[in-house]
């Protein structure tokens, strides 16, 4: 059998289409979504490559158009749980035989495939069951799984190379093996990316998984399990189910077998997983990977030098972009007096022109939030801001659900430092602003790295460079990833890997060698050439 060295491709990040009106690439994607929305999917579960159905068939309904159906997915049962964590180990022996070179093909042949055939189709899913804009579903579910497919195959072979020093008459070696047992995963709605990532990243280190997406991005899950398969990854790799949560995790999470949880969604769902696993720890073969992103309260806070017009298209942007639903959004603001009637102006006549509406539209910057839930906890949040005495709605607070699930974008102005919609995680279109006195720079500064629980991402706007050093140094806990005069959203696969500490999660960074590092076991080896034939050493002296 022949032998050599592999370098894989050199990565670069996927050039973002504009979708400009009237191009080429913005009819093909509306007329794919248009044929799409027109259709009624059926989704099933895949266990060991097959089609698993079971009848009990849950619609799925755009949230801009809750009543008109796209199509059905089949749920399961417990069942399907145990025959997922069977198949993926029954695969597992001949999935990590393989050579790794074998495993980069078949994921960098799945980003080519989203790159080109099938970019249309996993935008238009997203777009249709998760609400998203042409510009949104292009950063996300084509060009950021692209980038995370390629950059992980880039990653994995650098790991690969990284080999200890020997000394003389001997050879020291690392090799790195996959986990022993299964691995599951827990994706969230928001991101196809995301979803995407957190079982193929940990399948391409040899892994096997089951995954369960969540039930509100099985739509575009089905089509990314359409590009796995055709670019020939074996069955029983990745096996998807549609389970109840709870029941699942109960499940997996006593398994001998299980190995180790990769997790994007709510901090209250993560920290429940953690005490299963510690409760179960006796029952594991080997302690098992925990890797987690949750949530986020993410902050701007502006210096009097900002620059008025960054600063405001920041908060718009950061804060609105796919209806806030983005656990890096930008969600409090900590702006100085002195600019802030200015800020607020920009930001007015900026929010005047966004346009409300259907993803089928491309002119429309905000479509719906996810669900009803949603829809409701945003609501509410405004109702309360509309009668309270410590804060007032300034922009924004419509909101309507009649079709669809629409939540205009909100600006809260708060007095109070502690007011629920600055402390509490909303996730939804929803902004609010603390003013505070230009004289109380540092103390705001603490307020900003005190105040929430989550530390994922965060901003500072400044022209002076003695203020972005001392926020710098100040808010170094309160945000894996910082940004300075930008908005705090848009992290870039292989440029700003991205997590965060405290209640946001293990801050292990997607989009970077770091994650990979999480999903296997390293061996060392040390060969000695000639070994020693006498016990005696020298300090002997005999």
């Known amino acids: 059998m022949s032998k050599a060295i ?35 999917l059926e989704i099933p579960m895949i266990i060991g490559g097959k089609n698993i159905t079971t009848g009990e068939k849950i619609n799925i309904y755009p949230p801009h158009d809750h009543q008109h159906q796209v199509g059905y997915y089949h749920k399961g049962g417990i069942k399907h749980v145990d025959d997922a964590i069977h198949t993926a180990l029954h695969a597992k022996k001949q999935w990590n035989e393989l050579g790794w070179e074998h495993r980069a093909a078949i994921f960098l042949k799945a980003a080519d495939l989203i790159a080109g055939p099938y970019r249309d189709r996993i935008n238009a899913a997203t777009m249709i069951a998760q609400s998203k804009n042409v510009h949104q579903a292009e950063i996300d579910s084509a060009c950021e ?10 990653f994995m072979s650098e790991l690969y190379a990284e080999q200890p020093v020997s000394d003389a008459g001997i050879w020291n070696r690392s090799e ?6 299964f691995c599951f995963a827990v994706t969230p709605f928001n991101f196809t990316a995301i979803s995407a990532n957190l079982p193929a990243c940990m399948a391409m280190m040899g892994n096997v998984v089951v995954w369960k997406p969540s039930d509100k991005q099985i739509y ?6 359409e590009v ?5 990854l074996p069955d029983g790799v990745i096996n998807m189910i549609f389970t109840d949560g709870q029941e699942t995790a109960e499940r997996v999470l006593s398994h001998p077998d299980f190995a180790g949880l990769h997790f994007t969604g709510s901090t209250n769902v993560f920290q429940g997983m953690w005490k299963m696993i510690g409760d179960n720890i006796h029952r594991y073969k080997s302690y098992p990977r925990i890797v987690g992103e949750t949530g986020g309260k993410d902050f701007v806070i502006a210096h009097p030098s900002a620059d008025i017009q960054a600063l405001a298209t920041a908060l718009v942007r950061g804060a609105y972009e796919y209806q806030g639903q983005k656990c890096s959004a930008a969600s409090r603001a900590y702006i100085p007096k002195s600019i802030w009637y200015a800020v607020k102006e920009d930001m007015e006549k ?15 910057f905000i479509n719906a939030v996810i669900d009803k839930n949603a ?33 205009h974008p909100t600006v809260i102005e708060t007095t109070n430092p502690h007011y629920e919609s600055l402390e509490q995680e909303i996730f939804g279109p929803i902004l609010s602003v603390y003013v505070y006195e230009d004289d109380q720079w540092e103390e705001t500064l603490q307020l900003v790295d005190n105040t929430s629980p989550y530390s994922l991402t965060g901003s500072i706007f400044s022209q002076d460079r003695y203020a972005i050093n001392e926020a710098y140094k100040a808010l170094e806990n309160a945000a894996g990833n910082f940004y300075i005069n930008d908005k705090p959203t848009g992290a870039v696969v292989g440029q700003q890997p991205f997590g965060g500490g405290r209640a946001s999660g293990t801050n292990d960074k997607a989009g970077s060698k770091m994650n990979l590092l999480r999903w ?10 000639v070994p020693a034939k006498d016990y005696k050493y020298p300090y002997l002296g005999l």
């Open 375 to 407: 829809f409701e906890k945003c609501k509410t949040y405004i109702d309360r801001a509309q009668k309270a005495e410590d804060a007032k709605v300034i922009i924004g607070g419509q909101y309507d659900d009649r079709k669809g699930y629409f939540v």
């Open 145 to 154: 799984l692209i980038d995370f497919l390629r950059f992980n195959v880039e």
């Open 220 to 225: 575009s899950a089905h089509v990314i399990m």
């Open 6 to 40: 592999s370098q894989v491709p050199f990565a670069q990040n996927e050039p973002i289409k504009t979708y400009a009106p009237g191009s080429e690439e913005v009819t093909k994607l509306i007329n794919t979504y248009k044929k799409m929305y027109a259709e009624k």
């Open 350 to 364: 900026q929010m005047k022109s966004i346009k409300i509406g259907s993803p089928e539209d491309p002119a429309h």
């Open 520 to 529: 296997i076991s390293a061996r060392s080896i040390k060969e000695t050439f």
């Open 228 to 232: 796995f398969k055709e670019a020939g």
């Open 176 to 181: 790195y093996r996959a986990l022993e047992g």
